[in-house]
């Protein structure tokens, strides 16, 4: 059967996909996750610790370009303008 005691973080999503300041995740499961924001070169650039279903990151800091982040095994692409 299937084990319902664990929790896997493979259905969120992130907003807006083009990031002036801040990104949103949506729908995470509840848990404490690491949040991993990849250059496309794959260097880490930031992490931070979320641990609610819809979290913020703030990520002026960031260049302008293509960036990758990470959370488990699920990766998704976004743009920093």
Same mark, same amino acid.
């Given at each position: 059967g299937i084990? !319902?005691?664990v929790s896997t973080a493979s259905n969120w999503? &992130?907003?807006p996909t083009q990031v @002036?300041?801040?990104l949103?995740? @949506?729908s995470l499961?509840? $848990?404490s996750y690491l949040a991993t924001i990849l !250059? &496309? !070169?794959g260097q &880490? &650039?930031?992490q931070q610790r979320i641990n609610s279903s819809s979290e913020i990151l703030q990520? $002026?800091?960031l260049r302008p370009g293509l960036y990758v982040v990470r959370i488990d095994n699920r990766a998704l692409k976004f743009i920093k303008e």
């Open positions: 084990n !319902s005691t999503t &992130v907003y @002036k300041d801040q949103t995740f @949506k499961p509840e $848990g !250059s &496309v !070169s &880490v &650039v930031h990520l $002026g800091h």
